[in-house]
Every structure is written in structure tokens, then in C-alpha cells.
């Protein structure tokens, strides 16, 4: 590994023996909050001490240690419940969408077939260059940690209303979920937020008296460009806007601080492996000319800039490593001068205040709506297919967001390839376009060029 250059660490380490507990936060939020709505879900409310009791009965139908709980990720109160009850019952929690293919919930069945250590609190599976997607195993302390330092950035309070926007499949929901209900406030659930219709996403969150959204940044881009385009002011309920998963591009922060000057913009960062946000920055103003900052490293968070640029991230709040996979763990989880790092694979650069300024990637894993892909996971499965030869996946901007474009090689075109996808991989994997090329573009040492091929062979802006 390079050589570290740089090192910042917090002032006060976090003992994990002493680290807060995410699920008897709750439970003091429910003691003192009984009455107060915890979930909105559509309009149908649900108290805390309505809520404390389906956990506790869920917990009980579970019994003591179940292991992995896989819990049906939907929008509605019963995912919660899932999710405190399998912690409840000393569970890991496993959200598996319905919509995913057969053949990937067969994968992520599989992949939890050996068990889970005792001490973690949930499995999520990330996108892995083999094809096959890597478990995640992220320990309680790690999560009580992190929800208990949100709390305080969020500056939550049980007056706070928190939509529930991220897939529930993603840690992005953690964010969303855990602190506002170790809070006191209520978690909205709300079918307008989905519709794709920005006028109705901005008349739910009036209606419903949403003060904190959380949105993958992409997302917020287009939102922003609406409010501009149709000189709409936000609803005045709204306090608190965290973006996070890509670049924000400095035009829309400016945009947006001419819009709502007075709605506290948070630009955050953080890594599935690093347990939920590890650094986050105020944007109260911007040069229109210069990289929009990811901010700085939360108070229990340790980082190290390596002499190439790459971040890694120490500290409490690791995940465990990857399950079963002890090739990429050891790959990813590395040790240095005794302390246990994890390698980010982003490039970054410290601004003269501090903030952490992004700089790309070290390696060809891109963002889609905030959600990592490796480009190597749908290659895997496109050469998978009998008539494909060769495959190169790469992400690129497409409509003003970034959007995967499979180059294939083929024995014949066949049009049902994209289909032959859908039935395998989850639709965020699948590419947005798909382009036949007679060859691929190779490195000096016989690898395909990913960047090569789609610089010869990049499709029109418009049509496929």
C-alpha cells in the first residue's frame, strides 16, 4: 500500500465497550415519548409505545440469537419493526426486496448459509466485481455509534419529522430510520415521495410537515433544477437537506443558496464498510468554480490520506469485514502501525480549511443515484450469456445523471439481453444502454480498456 502522507485522527477515541446502543435508545425514546407518533405511513399514525410493542412481539416469535433475519424490504412500518425486532432478539437484520430476481435472493440466501457473528447488527450486500454480491457485516457498536453522532448532526429533535426516501435496501435508510426514532421524532412514510413527480414530492412534504429530507445527490440535482425552472419556493416546514453518495455540482449548491438560504444544506460521505456517514460539511457557500467539499470527518472517525490521494477510514466504526469472503476483506480491511483501516478506493485532497475535497476514483467502481457499482459485477453476469463473448461496462452521464453502458461482443445480437439481466441482477445493475461492438479495445498488457472502448464507441446522446 502507499505510503501515508497525511493523518488526521479525532481528539478522543470511541471505546466500543461503552459505545452507545442504538436499540435501547429506542426504547428510552419510547419510555419517554409513549403518545408521540413514531411512524407516519401514508397518513396512518403509529405511536412509540404502539411500535415498542410490535418489536417486542416480533422479537419474541424470532426467539433469543435467530442469526440472519431476513426482512422484506418495503415501505411501510413492519420494515421497521423487522429491523428493531431482529436487534431485539440479538439478530442480525437482512433486508431482501421482493423485486430482486430469484437468482439473486438464491445468492444472498446462500452467501448467509454459514451464520453471522453474534455481536452484528445488520448484513448488507454490496456490488462485487466476481458477479456474486459481498455481504457486509456492520456490528452493533459500530451502528450505536454512528446513530448517536447523527443525532447530534442532525440536530434532532422529537418536533422533527424525517421522510423516509432511501431504498430500504441500502445503509442510506439507517440514516433516515435509527436516529429519528432514538429521537423522539417521527419517520414519514409517504407513496408522493416515489411518484417521480416533483410537484407532488414537494406538496407531500408540505402537507406532512417534513423539517429533515435525506437524498442521494443526484436526486437533489434534478430537484434543484425544478425549483429554479419554476421559481417555486420550499415548503416552510423544511429546516434540513443532507445530500450524500456522489459529486454535488457546485452550479446547483449555488443555486439552491439562492433558493433556500435559509434551509441548512449538509453534503455528507461515507462508505457502506464505514458504517453510514464518516464526514459531513455545511454548504453555506460555494465557488462556482471549485469542487464542492465532502466536508470533515465526524468525531469518532480516523483518516489517512495515502502519497496517491486514496482516503481511508479508522476508528470504531469499521464493519467487520465481508462475510465469508476473506480474500476481499483482507483486500479491502487493511492493518497499519496496529490500527485496522478500511481502503475506500477515493481519491481525495485537503482544502486549506481542513475539508476534504473529492478527486475521482482509484479504481472503475462508479455511483448510480448514490448506490456503488462495480462495473466488474455486470460484465460477470453479461458473459454469462452463451452468445456474449466479451463485455465492458462502464459509467458514464447520460440525461445529466451517471448511468452504466455495456459494450458487448457477441456471436449474435440478440435482443433480449437487457431482459436476460433484469431476471438475474437488480434493476440499478442493469445498463441504461447496451452497445454491440465487433471488438473491445485492449491494454498494452491484453486487458480490456473500458475507457478505450467507450472513448471509440460512445453512443449518441440520444437514443440507443
Not at 412509540?48 to 411501510?76: D, I
Not at 490520506?305 to 469499521?318: C, Q, S, V
Not at 466488474?376 to 453502458?405: D, F, I, N, Y
Request: glycine residues 8%.
Amino acid at each position: 500500500m502507499a505510503e501515508v502522507i497525511d493523518e488526521r485522527a479525532a481528539s478522543q477515541t470511541t471505546d466500543l465497550a461503552q459505545s452507545p446502543d442504538a436499540l435501547a435508545d429506542f426504547g428510552a425514546a419510547a419510555h419517554t415519548h409513549p403518545d408521540r407518533i413514531a411512524i407516519l405511513s401514508d397518513g396512518v399514525p403509529l405511536t412509540y409505545a404502539e411500535l415498542a410493542q410490535k418489536t417486542a412481539a416480533r422479537a419474541s416469535e424470532l426467539g433469543p440469537a435467530p442469526g440472519a433475519v431476513e426482512v422484506a424490504a418495503v415501505r411501510a412500518p413492519e420494515t421497521v419493526v423487522g429491523l428493531l425486532a431482529a436487534m431485539a432478539a440479538g439478530g442480525a437484520y437482512c433486508p431482501v426486496d421482493p423485486a430482486f430476481p430469484a437468482e439473486r435472493r438464491s445468492a444472498m440466501q446462500a452467501a448467509l448459509a454459514d451464520g453471522v457473528p453474534d455481536d452484528i447488527a445488520y448484513v448488507l450486500f454490496t456490488s462485487g466485481s466476481t458477479g456474486t454480491p459481498k455481504p457486509v457485516l456492520t456490528p452493533r457498536a459500530a451502528i450505536g455509534t454512528v446513530v448517536a453522532a447523527l443525532r447530534e448532526l442532525f440536530a434532532l429533535t422529537p418536533e422533527d419529522r424525517v421522510l423516509q426516501f432511501a431504498s430500504l435496501n441500502w445503509d442510506t435508510c439507517f440514516e433516515e430510520i435509527l436516529p429519528t426514532l432514538t429521537a423522539g421524532a417521527t419517520l414519514v412514510f409517504d407513496r408522493e415521495a416515489h411518484t417521480g413527480s416533483f410537484p407532488r414530492f414537494l406538496r407531500m412534504i408540505e402537507q406532512r410537515g417534513i423539517t429533515v429530507l435525506d437524498l442521494p445527490t443526484a436526486f437533489w440535482h434534478e430537484l434543484v433544477r425544478h425549483l429554479a425552472e419554476e421559481a417555486r419556493p420550499l415548503p416552510a416546514s423544511l429546516r434540513l437537506v443532507v445530500i450524500g453518495g456522489e459529486a454535488a455540482h457546485p452550479a446547483r449548491v449555488a443555486e439552491w443558496l439562492a433558493l433556500a438560504p435559509a434551509v441548512r444544506l449538509l453534503n455528507t460521505y461515507g462508505c457502506t464498510e464505514t458504517t453510514l456517514i464518516t464526514h459531513a460539511g455545511d454548504l453555506s457557500a460555494v465557488d462556482a468554480g471549485a469542487p464542492v467539499p465532502i466536508g470533515r470527518a465526524l468525531a469518532h472517525v480516523r483518516e489517512l490520506i495515502t502519497d496517491d490521494g486514496e482516503l481511508l477510514i479508522g476508528g470504531p466504526t469499521l464493519a467487520a469485514g465481508y462475510l465469508g469472503r476473506p480474500d476481499a476483506t483482507g483486500e479491502r480491511f487493511v492493518v497499519r502501525d496496529g490500527a485496522r483501516w478500511f481502503r475506500t478506493g477515493d481519491r481525495v485532497r485537503r482544502r486549506a480549511d481542513g475539508q476534504l475535497l473529492p478527486e475521482g476514483r482509484l479504481d472503475h467502481v462508479v455511483k448510480i443515484r448514490g448506490v456503488r457499482v462495480d462495473p466488474g459485477e455486470v460484465e460477470a453476469q453479461l458473459t454469462r450469456h452463451p452468445a456474449v463473448e466479451a463485455a465492458a461496462v462502464v459509467g458514464t452521464a447520460l440525461a445529466g445523471r451517471t448511468a452504466l453502458v455495456a459494450y458487448v461482443v457477441a456471436r449474435d445480437e440478440n435482443d433480449d439481453l437487457l431482459g436476460w439481466l433484469r431476471a438475474r441482477i437488480p434493476a440499478h445493475l442493469v445498463p441504461s444502454r447496451l452497445v454491440y461492438v465487433p471488438e473491445l479495445e485492449h491494454t498494452t498488457s491484453g486487458k480490456a480498456d473500458r475507457a478505450a472502448t467507450h472513448r471509440r464507441h460512445a453512443p449518441p446522446a440520444k437514443g440507443r
